[in-house]
């Protein structure tokens, strides 16, 4: 794949608009390359003015046009779709699915022997600032993966996984978004309890939250560890709300929640495999 190729979209939601609008604006592909189909024409006729590209509402004659074909509909529409395209999908085509809980092996089970990429995208691409896991089927090349996360890159970051490590991902990036407003409204909501406006306290904990997310980024070889030592003196007030932390047990508390996540997206997976 390069950049001179045409990459359409089947599902023009809120998650591949943000990954369309990235796109354009970093200047990945000029505007023309980008394509994109809707369930029908008034569907189409919406995503082509919110997005100001091509949409057409004829999944086949996408694929045709197309070199990469993302799959950005809801899980339980996935192997219909897959169906209806896979004459389409020739073995020079890349596809990308961002269909939660569908594995490639299933992809691959209804296309047939063609190079696939998964990816599990997050809301905060929604402002360019997205966390994705690629893993990549049997067929793909180290080449469609590297595509595409230079691609995804232009949302935020993407690494790649393992696709048994893909529930993982799930759990930290793909459901984390709400794990972390949970810990901002809790935060914020402290403060409001104990006399501080609700709108302050909840300035004070996301931009904190900013700030701490860029010095984690920017560590180098610094281990997070010595960040926290580094703002909780021993004696400090930080250090008696870090002590507060250690001794509800707050590890084991973001353990559940992540190992819990995991296993519900891996359950649901297994219900898309079938």
């Known amino acids: ?25 970093s200047g990945f592909v000029p505007s023309e390359k980008l394509k994109g189909s809707e369930a029908n024409a008034e569907f189409a006729k919406s995503a082509h003015q919110r997005l100001g590209i091509d949409v057409i509402s004829d999944n086949k004659a996408l694929v045709k046009q197309c070199d990469v074909v993302f799959i950005a509909v809801k899980p339980n ?14 073995s020079d085509k890349l596809t990308v699915s961002v269909c939660a809980g569908v594995s490639t092996e299933k992809i691959e089970s209804i296309i047939g022997e063609r190079k696939v990429v998964r990816v599990m995208p997050n809301t905060p691409a929604l402002v360019l600032e997205g966390m994705s896991g690629v893993c990549k089927g049997r067929f793909a090349e180290e080449a469609d993966i590297k595509f595409v996360i230079e691609l995804l890159s232009n949302i935020g970051k993407a690494i790649e996984v393992e696709e048994n490590q893909i529930d993982i991902v799930t759990a930290i990036s793909g459901s984390g978004p709400a794990f972390f407003y949970k810990v901002m409204e809790d935060i914020a909501r402290a403060g409001e309890k104990l006399g501080l406006d609700y709108e302050k306290s909840l300035e004070l904990a996301y931009q904190t939250a900013i700030g701490s997310a860029k010095m984690v980024e920017h560590r180098r070889e610094t281990p997070v560890q010595t960040l926290i030592d580094n703002v909780a003196t021993k004696g400090g007030c930080t250090f008696v709300g870090i002590s507060v932390m250690n001794e509800e047990n707050s590890a084991k508390l973001f353990l559940d929640v992540i190992s819990k996540t995991a296993q519900k997206a891996n359950e649901l997976g297994k219900d898309n495999h079938k």
């Open 1 to 25: 794949m390069n950049k001179n190729c045409t990459i359409g979209f089947i599902g023009c939601g809120k998650m591949a608009g943000a990954i369309i609008k990235g796109i354009i604006s």
């Open 77 to 90: 529409f996935a192997s219909q779709i897959f169906e209806e395209i896979k004459d389409e999908i020739t």
